[in-house]
């Protein structure tokens, strides 16, 4: 099941509702907080399985690494692959693809809901 909710609030109160929902075993949810104002917007996502992933979300959406993140994942691995795995991993791909088929299928409930009523 997946459920969508839209609010209007004080700056910064992503970071409280994830880490109330974190409490939530089972839960699987992701908390996008657009940016306004000139700061940065949040992005919260979280599975049992995978734990809480956070990332600063620019104006346009993107997830933003940093340049010490970058150069600590380079120094810190050899391989390629590891290398690779780590950025993907710092960009939040793991949440993202555990999080996509209730995306999905709520993108298709809306989708079938709009036929329905046109």
């Known amino acids: 099941m997946w459920s969508e909710l839209h609010w209007n609030g004080t700056y910064g109160i992503a970071s409280q509702i994830a880490s109330e929902l974190k409490g939530w075993h089972y839960l699987k949810f992701e908390i996008y907080e657009s940016a306004k104002n ?66 999905r299928s709520h993108n298709e409930l809306a989708e079938e809901s709009v036929r329905l009523s046109v």
Do not use: C
């Open 38 to 103: 000139g700061s940065d917007g949040s992005l919260y996502m979280y599975t049992p399985e995978l734990g809480m992933f956070f990332s600063h979300v620019g104006p346009h959406g993107d997830v933003m690494i940093n340049e010490n993140q970058i150069q600590t994942i380079i120094r810190e691995n050899v391989s390629e692959v590891d290398v690779i795995e780590k950025l993907e991993r710092a960009i939040g791909k793991p949440w993202d693809d555990a999080l996509e088929p209730f995306r």
